[in-house]
């Protein structure tokens, strides 16, 4: 969450650098500080990538191997692609197609990650929630596990990052 609050300052530094008046270098400065902070959020992003491709088990047959392989080369594709991209809007070279791509690149994840919209409908006149839905990845207070969230409170997560996540897309 740190990591996506950076990219948008970083993007609101690049909105500034325009009004900042230029004579002593200051807007220079702002706009390069903002290109630093904007791939903050990819290149954590591609840490964890990389963290999860060196984290597989010991495999027992052929095709548990192929298909770790095969998610060892995605990780390893998206980690190169992501801090590639993340280096070319931080340098300003082809930024924009860059930074759209990235940006493409976001939704898709936060489309993926985080559809609250899949995991509830209406029945009866009554809220039903899939009981498979996942827990995202949340801080709690030490006396509090994730199995005493109730499935609202799940769901109210899942929409609370798939907002925060259009919004640092659209940074």
């Known amino acids: 969450v740190v990591a996506e609050s950076l990219s948008i300052v970083g993007g609101l ?4 650098a325009h009004l900042v008046a230029s004579s002593e270098g200051v807007g220079a400065r702002t706009q390069l500080v903002g290109r630093l902070l904007i791939p903050a959020m990819y290149v ?8 999860s491709a060196f984290t597989y088990d010991e495999t027992s047959n052929f095709s ?7 998610m060892f080369l995605i990780n390893t594709i998206l980690f190169v692609g992501l801090v590639a991209g993340s280096a070319l809007v931080a340098a300003g070279l082809r930024s924009r197609a860059v930074a759209l791509v990235l ?3 976001s939704l898709a994840f936060v489309f993926f990650q985080h559809s609250f919209f899949r995991y509830v409908w209406l029945e ?3 809220w039903k929630y899939d009981e498979d839905m996942p827990i995202p990845k ?3 207070p030490e006396d509090v596990s994730p199995t005493d969230l109730t499935m ?4 109210d997560l899942h929409r609370y990052y798939f907002f925060l996540g259009l919004s640092s897309s659209g940074a």
């Open 13 to 16: 530094l690049l909105l500034r």
């Open 44 to 51: 954590y992003y591609a840490g964890q990538f990389l963290f």
């Open 64 to 70: 548990s191997y192929v298909a770790s392989l095969s």
């Open 103 to 105: 940006a493409l690149f």
């Open 124 to 126: 009866g006149g009554d």
């Open 138 to 140: 949340v801080a709690l």
């Open 152 to 155: 609202a409170e799940i769901l």
